[in-house]
């Protein structure tokens, strides 16, 4: 019972980290894109 919920927690935490590496790095581009433009 134990191990069957930390390999679920395993699978969420690994779906997670996925979709947050992502919004994370549209977030770092996004500002970078709006700096850019700010200074030109």
């Known amino acids: 019972m ?3 919920r930390a390999e679920k927690l395993k699978k ?3 779906k997670i980290g996925f ?3 992502l ?3 549209v977030k ?3 500002w ?3 700096g850019y433009f700010i200074v030109k």
Do not use: D, P
């Open 2 to 4: 134990k191990t069957e």
């Open 12 to 14: 969420w935490i690994k």
């Open 19 to 21: 979709w947050g590496f």
């Open 23 to 25: 919004f994370f790095l």
């Open 28 to 30: 770092g581009l996004v």
């Open 32 to 34: 970078l894109a709006v």
